[in-house]
T-cell receptor, first 110, second 114 residues
């Protein structure tokens, strides 16, 4: 079964700092990868997805992720975070179901 | 277009009772998946329905069951509730099954078992 692991459990940043969240997947074949975000009190929302093609994927709210097949990684980045980026972030891989990582809580201090 | 709706949003039950949660997918979406979210186990897949048929099931006991109606609405049922069933239950809908279909999530039902 496919799985993903996220490196960080909790990240604390100041506004305008850069953010990078690590995600590694287990499957060596073709993978479809996602980053979801869950803002406090809100439902899970899709930030971005990678199916094929350009390994640098741009999503909503200024987020991007890079798929590096040789490293089995799909790291999420944002050059300059805002207080409103405080949320929990989940990396996920899909076969017939979404398999999520444990999540990373990101706290942005104003 | 309305998003995925789930009812009720909050529920408190006692051990041994049963509960039914409801999910209405986005209009035109025919696939519904259910997930359980807990602080300890994270997000775990329960089951997926498409065309009123359960296509896939996660690693949960038989107390967890579900069904899908002809209008694609889905319900999940948990019988003989245990304390450990306390969780946020999320429903996600997509156009159809398969890897290429993005899943859209509802706000969840927060179940507390006392």
């Amino acid at each position: 079964a496919q799985s993903v692991s996220q490196h960080n459990h909790h990240v604390i940043l100041s506004e305008a700092a850069s953010l990078e969240l690590g995600c590694n997947y287990s499957y060596g074949g073709t993978v479809n990868l996602f980053w979801y975000v869950q803002y406090p009190g809100q439902h899970l929302q899709l930030l971005l997805k990678y199916f094929s093609g350009d390994p640098l994927v741009k999503g909503i709210k200024g987020f991007e992720a890079e798929f590096i097949k040789s490293k089995f990684s799909f790291n999420l980045r944002k050059p300059s975070v805002q207080w409103s980026d405080t949320a929990e972030y989940f990396c996920a891989v899909i076969d017939y179901k979404l398999s999520f990582g444990a999540g990373t809580t990101v706290t942005v201090r104003a | 277009k309305a998003g995925v709706t789930q009812t009720p949003r909050y529920l408190i039950k006692t051990r041994g009772q049963q509960v039914t949660l409801s999910c209405s997918p986005i209009s035109g979406h025919r696939s519904v998946s259910w997930y359980q979210q807990t602080p300890g186990q994270g997000l775990q897949f329960l089951f997926e329905y498409f065309s009123e048929t359960q296509r896939n099931k996660g690693n949960f006991p038989g107390r967890f069951s579900g069904r899908q109606f002809s209008n694609s609405r889905s319900e999940m049922n948990v019988s003989t509730l245990e304390l450990g069933d306390s969780a946020l239950y999320l429903c996600a809908s997509s156009l159809g099954p398969g890897n290429g279909n993005e899943q859209f999530f509802g706000p969840g039902t927060r179940l507390t078992v006392l």
